[in-house]
């Protein structure tokens, strides 16, 4: 048997009428840039995420870097950052201009631990930009409470969470504002690059859409130096009919991911640690293993394949080398690098996949 890590082909064979229907729809309609679609979709997602605003942009990293610009984050300023998060949250606040702060994770649930961000606060800090990492939200309540008091705004890195419950609350409202990608192997993804903005700030909401059109609120008049980072009407057309079935197939993740606990609960890997406060959508499955790397040779020669989300920390990039950090300066994100692995997972992974999974799992350790 051989089990992809995702299965990419399967959601689309699955909604295959549907995605030939609206790419039918936006052929026809002879409008390929800011119309109908995206309008709609905006609507739509702004719904699911219990957001009074939306705004498609261009990519998850656009979403970002667009909300810290709308808040006048830039030059002179830091954004606190968890440890440990894909390297796109950083650089958002460096395309603002700023100076990501990074913070260290709790190791239970690898996101940032409330509990150590007032250390890092300054007077320079604007905004806390916080990762809902592997689809499971941040501690919000004491993140939310740090940032009132600090007078710092809340920023959403959603990518991965698309639908994820924070006490009965969705990702994408949780903060001051949220950004989203649509990359095609996040829970709800387009057919390419596209990402959105949610928040229930109209003025923040108005200024990245005016940001992402060229900084354009009238055609050909700019009031602003803006960018260009539309989602097209093609793929909202696409999310608009994959919206439809992503609490579907969170469902099918969360069946897996309780199918995987139940297999593994016994054995000596570390298993994800899920608050009672939180409902994942289990973006990865993510277990850790002391002899992690012994452990996916095992998996990939028995054709299972697995990632390391992710196998080196932001400050340990090379792309970082010039910012001084250095090896032991955040160990629990670098012990994360060393020892997690996230397993195959998916709305299109199979009963007996995992349990093939499970069972190569177990006699590996
Ligand atoms: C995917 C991802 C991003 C970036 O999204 P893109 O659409 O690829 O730009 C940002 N943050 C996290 C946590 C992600 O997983």
């Known amino acids: 048997m051989r089990v992809p890590l995702l299965n990419m082909k399967a959601p689309h064979e699955e909604l295959a009428d549907e995605m030939q229907t609206a790419f039918t729809r936006v052929l026809k309609s002879g409008w390929y840039i800011l119309g109908q679609e995206v309008s709609a979709f905006e609507a739509e997602f702004a719904g699911y995420c219990e957001s009074q605003y939306c705004v498609g942009v261009g990519n998850g990293l656009d979403a970002l870097h667009l909300l810290l610009r709308a808040y006048d984050v830039g030059a002179g300023d830091e954004v606190i950052v968890p440890s440990n998060t894909y390297i796109a949250t950083w650089l958002a606040v460096e395309y603002a201009g700023a100076t990501p702060v990074p913070v260290e994770p709790d190791d239970r649930t690898y996101n940032i631990d409330p509990a150590k961000i007032e250390a890092a606060v300054s007077s320079k800090t604007k905004a806390i930009l916080v990762v809902h990492l592997y689809g499971q939200t941040a501690d919000m309540d004491p993140i939310n409470a740090i940032a009132q008091k600090h007078g710092l705004k809340v920023i959403e890195d959603a990518a991965q969470a698309h639908g994820a419950k924070y006490k009965g609350r969705p990702a994408g409202s949780l903060g001051d504002a949220a950004g989203f990608s649509f990359y095609p192997g996040k829970n709800l993804g387009a057919l390419g690059d596209a990402g959105a903005i949610t928040t229930n700030d109209a003025g923040v909401a108005e200024k990245v859409r005016v940001l992402a059109n060229y900084g354009s609120e009238i055609k ?46 016994k054995t000596a890997l570390k298993l994800p640690y899920v608050p009672e406060t939180c409902k994942p959508v289990w973006h990865q499955f993510v277990i850790e293993a002391p002899q992690r790397d012994a452990l996916q040779k095992y998996l990939t020669d028995a054709q299972i394949g697995t990632l390391i989300h992710y196998p080196i920390p932001p400050h340990l990039q090379e792309a970082y080398a010039s910012s001084g950090w250095r090896r032991g300066d955040f160990p629990l994100a670098e012990r994360m690098a060393k020892h997690v692995l996230s397993l195959p997972m998916g709305p299109h992974l199979a009963p007996n996949e995992i349990d093939y999974v499970c069972q190569k799992l177990i006699d590996a350790i």
Not at 223 to 246: I, P, Q, T, Y
Not at 250 to 264: D, G, P, S
């Open 220 to 265: 050909y008049k700019n009031s602003v130096k803006g960018f260009n980072s539309r989602l097209d009407e093609l793929h909202a057309a696409f999310l608009r009919e994959k919206l439809k079935v992503v609490e579907a197939w969170n469902t099918r993740r969360l069946l897996a991911a309780e199918r995987y606990i139940h297999a593994l609960q």
